[in-house]
């Protein structure tokens, strides 16, 4: 056979085979139409739906906030993600059912860690199912306790005083005045700092701009290289892919460094030194859980889940803390109204604890609470939630739409799309946070407002989050007027292909002195 047959052939083969990926890529595309659930159609069929932001162009919120509002009577939407079925639940009841009343069967979180790459996230609950879950998550909630929390106050108050020292002194140096700054990285040396003293028993440097403070090594791990972001979306929208490219979602140098000062504080307390942290209540709790078995702690094992929750630690309260504390210094600034109100009840709180920031004080501002809540409902930091069904499960919709879920579909909660629905908000575009008092707040729907996600799966630290971001927000309304500086672009544009809510420019606030 001469060489033009051979070239035919393999010429022929090739179209072939193009023809049957194409073939079952246009077959996957009907895979909602045949369960008769209403789809978004997608011109790319290996990619599918979530093109715009793989190519950047719009953010994670937008895409699925478009997606949401696409079909406004429709209680379930059909998608595809890199081929497979995705399913976006819009019904609050079906929210319910896939959080809580079904939790069973879809009680795996969408995002999928490889252990072997990842070895301190892949024991974060967020991360874990079964027993595995139900045991790191144990440890966490007897971990962050009323009586645990009101220790780790002491934390945030030493803190505060920390970011106001560092406020003023920025102060000075611009003639006491006012000063212009990045509201997310002002926040995020506040965070930082907490995560240090309250998490680690350390003082993490971070009002200062020297190599080797906490903050440094925080900004490395939520700020990697170009190449690793790229692999942690693919991982991310193909979960499959981790099994091969075996991403790590923490570098390497801050997972020694997690490993190392986990061992370092445990060391020095050997000899039955005690600290106040949450490392020392993770330790008293494996010491406990091991008595109760009556059995011998593996040290290198509790060691390695210390970190790792070391890890969740950081996780939780260094980024979400400070964007959610960016956005709501961002509201408050755009409503002096409330700003105002809201320092009223700070001054009157403190001046009932001889003006310093405690645990109780911060548990007495009620309407912080109605401003908190209210922020995370306008801008929440997180669009959507992710699960994945691992039990054949039937989700009916309020329209009647009935589906048969299959173990490996992942489905998708729009937390932002829910959160600015005109069905469940009256004008949700509108900062109103007495929308959140005891009255109004009985009118609404429970799996509507998810800014901590809902079910036996709600965030651990939430608590501890809340109680770091109204410590901020004390000092700050304490001392300072906040004002939006015209650096800010308006309205908020966001910045593509990240999962969270990240505006472009950043936030920019002028504070000045009272």
Not at 185 to 205: M, Y
Not at 270 to 294: C, M
Request: proline share 5%; glycine share 6%; with cysteine.
């Amino acid at each position: 056979m001469d060489s033009i047959s051979w070239y035919s052939i393999f010429l022929a083969s090739i179209v072939v085979l193009m023809f049957g990926i194409y073939w079952y890529f246009m077959e996957k595309q009907k895979y909602w139409s045949k369960r008769r659930v209403p789809s978004i159609k997608s011109n790319v069929p290996f990619i599918g739906n979530i093109w715009p932001v793989i190519t950047m162009r719009k953010s994670t919120g937008e895409m699925y906030d478009e997606f949401y509002k696409s079909m406004p009577k429709s209680s379930m939407v059909g998608l595809y993600s890199f081929g497979e079925p995705e399913l976006l639940v819009k019904d609050p009841e079906l929210v319910k059912t896939v959080l809580q009343t079904n939790f069973s069967s879809f009680q795996r979180n969408g995002m999928q860690i490889n252990p072997e790459a990842d070895p301190l996230l892949s024991r974060n609950p967020f991360f874990t199912e079964g027993e595995r879950w139900k045991k790191e998550r144990s440890v966490l909630t007897n971990s962050m306790t009323s009586g645990k929390l009101k220790n780790m106050a002491l934390a945030v108050h030493d803190v505060c005083l920390e970011f106001i020292n560092y406020l003023n002194s920025q102060l000075k140096f611009n003639s006491g005045k006012n000063v212009e700054v990045d509201a997310q990285l002002l926040f995020a040396r506040f965070t930082s700092a907490v995560v240090a003293k309250a998490g680690f028993g350390v003082n993490g440097n971070c009002f200062s701009d020297e190599p080797g403070s906490f903050l440094e090594m925080a900004k490395m791990m939520f700020e990697p290289s170009s190449f690793s972001s790229v692999k942690s979306m693919l991982v991310i929208f193909f979960p499959m892919l981790n099994s091969i490219i075996k991403t790590s979602f923490v570098p390497p140098k801050v997972d020694h460094y997690f490993r190392n000062i986990v061992k370092e504080v445990l060391d020095a307390r050997k000899d039955g030194a005690r600290g106040n942290d949450f490392i020392q209540h993770l330790s008293d709790t494996y010491k406990l859980n091991a008595e109760e078995a009556d059995g011998n702690l593996d040290k290198n094992d509790v060691n390695l889940s210390i970190a790792a929750h070391a890890a969740s630690f950081l996780v939780d309260g260094y980024l979400t803390s400070s964007v959610t504390l960016t956005f709501i210094v961002y509201e408050i600034a755009r409503h002096p109204e409330v700003q105002d109100k809201l320092r009223k009840e700070v001054k009157q709180v403190l001046a009932k604890h001889s003006n310093e920031i405690t645990y109780d004080a911060i548990q007495e501002m009620k309407y912080m609470d109605l401003v908190i809540k209210e922020s995370m409902r306008t801008v929440p930091v997180a669009p959507i939630l992710q699960k994945i069904c691992t039990e054949k499960s039937k989700l009916v919709g309020f329209d009647g739409a009935e589906c048969q879920v299959e173990p490996g579909t992942k489905i998708t909660i729009p937390v932002q799309g829910l959160l600015t629905d005109s069905k469940y908000w009256e004008n949700p575009d509108k900062f109103d946070p007495e929308r959140f008092n005891d009255e109004n707040k009985s009118q609404q729907h429970k799996f509507v407002y998810l800014p901590f996600g809902g079910g036996p799966r709600v965030c651990v630290g939430q608590r501890m989050a809340l109680l770091q971001i109204k410590g901020a927000l004390a000092v700050l309304l304490d001392n300072f007027q906040l004002k939006l500086s015209p650096k800010t672009k308006q309205p908020l544009v966001w910045a593509p292909a990240f999962g969270l809510n990240i505006p472009e420019g950043g936030i920019w606030i002028m504070i000045a002195p009272l």
